[in-house]
């Protein structure tokens, strides 16, 4: 529309572009008739009253007349989409006159209330089978969706997704009425009970399943014969899938399953699957293990197929070896781990990769593998997913360790292998792990740099800096750091609590945390060099604090320090090796 006022006038006069046309607050009657007017385009319709902070008071008449002034384009509307409700009123009176025969899509937040049961009124009275998409957040809505005034809604749904903040209070006899639904997801939904004899139609044309917190009694017995993606978060009533009433998916190629027993996906007819993501409560070894344990003839059954795989089960490591070495064709592994000794150091290194010897055979490393070669010789990616990071002295070890790994499969025979580590505890985003490298000038290429020094190199462990927010370090003891700074409205600073280190990215406009003190040095006691590309004034020349002003920078062995301002490109400061 800006390239020039006759592509302006054709823009406008296409019936086939979208427009978005936004109902506010401050929005005025005679705003959305000029907008109607102006147009002959299809129109994204959106109704959000959530802003208060242009100083606008709600007033409902006004409201209500410049909703009904976009209704009389109703005939055009593509999708509504209800953000957020009018906070009171009556709309008793509130009437879409023109067919919707063009609307595919309609979203609807929590709180819509009384404004909702009237709108559902309206659409279900001139809306067509093009109404396909409904996403609801309102168990207000749920309920008016199973009105017998809305049920021909349903019948035309291809896709639907209910996602409720809390747990319904009553169920709704929903699932009898879907006749196309193609995509089904659910949390928090209360479902009724159904017979194993209760006609379902949808399921014949059901390919993606996400539900949780929803009870899969329905599927008892049932045959899913083109669902291809199923996902299974904390089930209610799985206890009534049993071996009489198995669930059949002959085409299920995707399978997420998370719940505190695993041992129910022993009663799931499924085919070799190519993606497998479990995960299961069970806080000790003794528990776990037999929830893995239940896994292992799906693995065995997908030894050709299964490619990606996600683990968070407690458990030893010989179960998870032996699961390990049943799908040779695996190449992307995520292991989630409750803390930092859950694996040991053995574990990795039944992932080494050794040169091939005379006869052609490449050796295995470490005691846990069985087999002639290393656990997953296919495998491209390795996620490490720690919900809390506090390792003691091994830290360094791990990283060591983990570099190995990357060396070793780095090979190329073997292709790009990526490892990432990331931890839930204090903000520590995900962190690349890099094979060992010769010349610190490789490291050059992630927001911020940390790595260790190896006989043969250095072994950098990398990620991304925010915008605004915390970063955790997984390691203190880095003897390499770079640091490139790239948002030139914040500033940076390092922050060490409960012996934790962190780096915090903040604006200017904002002081630091008020909990949080200063680092007293101690993440640089081994620091050796040191490149940081900063636009401002460097932020560790400032004085130390008192803890650690005794101590000074002259005590600590730092042989190359390198400042780089961006505006400049060039080297400010640079001290001799």
Same mark, same amino acid.
């Given at each position: ?132 998409? $409904? ?18 809604? %349903? ?167 032996? $699961? ?176 934790? $280190? ?40 400032? %004085? ?34």
């Amino acid at each position: 529309m800006l390239v020039c006022r006759r592509w302006h006038a054709i823009i406008l006069s296409t019936p086939g572009i979208h427009s978005q046309l936004t109902i506010r607050r401050a929005t005025q009657k005679e705003v959305i008739q000029a907008f109607i007017q102006g147009r002959k385009s299809r129109l994204d319709v959106i109704v959000d009253m959530n802003d208060e902070k242009d100083g606008s008071d709600f007033i409902a008449e006004d409201f209500l007349a410049c909703f009904m002034a976009a209704a009389q384009a109703a005939a055009r509307w593509s999708s509504l989409n209800l953000i957020s409700p009018p906070p009171h009123g009556e709309y008793h009176s509130l009437q879409i006159l023109q067919p919707l025969g063009r609307l595919k899509t309609v979203k609807v937040a929590c709180g819509l209330g009384g404004f909702f049961e009237q709108l559902m009124t309206a659409i279900s009275r001139s809306v067509s089978p093009n109404l396909t998409t $409904m996403i609801l957040a309102d168990p207000v809505a749920v309920r008016n969706l199973v009105q017998p005034a809305g049920l021909h809604i %349903t019948h035309s749904l291809t896709t639907l997704k209910i996602q409720l903040s809390k747990r319904m209070s009553s169920p709704v006899d929903i699932l009898p009425h879907f006749q196309r639904l193609e995509v089904f997801e659910a949390r928090n939904l209360c479902l009724s009970f159904y017979p194993p004899d209760a006609s379902l139609p949808f399921l014949h044309t059901l390919q993606s399943l996400n539900l949780q917190s929803v009870s899969v009694q329905w599927m008892a017995g049932r045959v899913f014969p083109v669902l291809k993606s199923c996902y299974v978060i904390f089930p209610h009533h799985i206890n009534i899938i049993q071996a009489p009433q198995p669930v059949s998916m002959p085409n299920c190629v995707h399978l997420l399953y998370h719940f505190n027993d695993l041992r129910a996906l022993l009663h799931f007819h499924l085919p070799p699957l190519k993606s497998l993501d479990v995960k299961s409560g069970q806080w000790n070894v003794w528990r776990g293990n037999p929830q893995l344990a239940a896994l292992c003839p799906m693995a065995a059954a997908g030894v050709r197929s299964l490619t990606h795989l996600t683990v968070d089960v407690e458990c030893s490591e010989q179960l998870l070896v032996y $699961m390990l070495n049943l799908v040779p064709a695996l190449k992307v592994l995520q292991l989630g781990l409750a803390r930092p000794n859950a694996l040991s150091m053995t574990f990795f290194q039944a992932f080494l990769v050794r040169e091939p010897t005379a006869d052609g055979a490449s050796d295995k490393v470490g005691p846990l593998s069985q087999s002639n070669g290393p656990i997953c010789p296919s495998l491209f990616s390795l996620y490490l997913h720690y919900r809390r990071w506090l390792r003691g002295p091994d830290k360094k070890a791990f990283i060591v360790a983990f570099g190995t790994i990357m060396e070793s499969r780095n090979s190329k025979e073997n292709g790009s292998f990526n490892l990432t580590l990331s931890v839930d505890e204090a903000n520590m985003s995900s962190w690349s792990i890099d094979k060992p490298l010769r010349k610190s000038q490789d490291l050059e290429r992630a927001d911020l740099t940390l790595g260790v020094s190896v006989p043969h190199g250095i072994i950098s462990i990398s990620t991304a800096l925010p915008r605004n927010g915390v970063v955790g370090l997984p390691l203190k003891e880095a003897e390499y750091l770079r640091l490139r700074h790239i948002y030139p409205a914040s500033s940076l600073e390092f922050i060490f609590t409960h012996d934790h $280190m962190e780096l915090m990215v903040y604006d200017y406009d904002r002081p630091p945390l008020s909990t949080s003190s200063p680092c007293a040095l101690t993440f640089f006691s081994a620091l050796r060099v040191l490149v940081v590309v900063y636009a401002n004034p460097p932020f560790w020349l400032v %004085t130390p604090s008192t803890s650690s002003r005794d101590a000074g920078w002259r005590n600590y062995p730092i042989l190359l320090v390198t400042l780089q301002a961006r505006s400049q490109r060039r080297r400010c400061l640079s001290a001799p090796e």
